[in-house]
């Protein structure tokens, strides 16, 4: 493995910058990052200081800042050091100011101002955190996502995911031998997806749950028959209700999600349909 010093300038909290970086690196398997955060650059004389701790431990640096005057002070710098640097968004910024005939506002951190969006993402958050596992069951109509799937089907980080795009999820779990809430069967218009996973996954999480929660692995919890059971009854519901199922088997929080967005659009368009034609 090689080691390389990369530095990570934003003008903002960085969370793009981690994202466009760890999304990259990923494709350089042999390289091992030691990555150093400089978030919150807003001035040249900031940048200047910042310069001097970059000195200490050379390496690429990589960065978002939308204001020229602090972006030189840094391009300058690297090319003077003949550090190796990317400017992650200015060529994009450059260009969707050249198609769209407008002059960029060059103010950092705009999206994360707290606008209406942000604060319909908080209270999503906040739905979503109450109404996990099954917790409240009395205000699901006014869910914008419903997941529903036996344990260990990542319906937890999956609705934490979504509710961080700004929909509220509620998640539902199915017991064996209990029926579902009678509101969620009343929930008939709402969009409702059902999580499924294969046997052999299911027993693997479920036995490394127990594992390290310190408990007995002889239960019915992990009995491979049962869990087969279990996932025949989940989607035999899922048939019976008409949900669509996203199987989680070999898919990240984050596809699935995707999966369960592109659903989501879907089921709105065809609804919106059905109420024109009314």
């Known amino acids: 493995m090689s080691k390389v010093h990369l530095h990570l300038v934003s003008d903002s909290t960085g969370d793009t910058l981690e994202q466009v970086a760890k999304a990259s690196l990923v494709q ?79 103010r950092p951190g705009l999206q994360h101002q707290m606008d209406d969006v942000y604060f319909e993402r908080i209270d999503a958050i906040q739905y979503t955190l109450a109404h996990d596992d099954g917790q409240i069951t009395e205000n699901l109509r006014d869910a914008d996502i419903i997941l529903v799937g036996v344990s260990r089907t990542s319906k937890t980080p999956t609705c934490i995911y979504l509710a961080n795009r700004g929909y509220k999820a509620a998640n539902i779990p199915i017991v064996p031998g209990l029926p579902i809430p009678s509101e969620l069967e009343q929930c008939k218009d709402k969009f409702i997806v059902g999580l499924v996973n294969s046997v052999d996954r299911l027993v693997q999480i479920r036995k490394n749950r127990l594992l390290m929660l310190q408990e007995d692995k002889t239960t019915d919890y992990v009995d491979e028959e049962l869990v087969k059971e279990e996932v025949k009854e989940a989607r035999r ?42």
Not at 75 to 101: F, M, N, T
Not at 238 to 246: A, E, H
Not at 251 to 268: H, Y
Request: glycine residues 4%.
């Open 28 to 106: 350089f398997p042999k390289i091992e990052p030691i990555k150093h955060y400089w978030p919150m650059i807003r001035t040249a004389r900031h940048m200047e200081r910042l310069i001097a701790e970059i000195e200490e431990n050379p390496g690429i640096v990589m960065f978002t800042l939308v204001d020229h005057e602090i972006e030189k002070v840094l391009v300058d710098a690297c090319k003077s050091h003949k550090w190796p640097y990317i400017s992650v968004l200015q060529g994009i910024i450059r260009e969707l100011g050249h198609h769209l005939g407008q002059t960029p506002t060059e």
């Open 237 to 278: 519901l899922f048939s019976k209700m008409g949900w669509p199922t996203v199987d989680v088997t070999r898919r990240s929080i984050e596809e699935t999600s995707v999966a369960i967005i592109n659903l989501k659009n879907k089921f709105d368009e065809e609804k919106a349909a059905c109420q024109k034609k009314k």
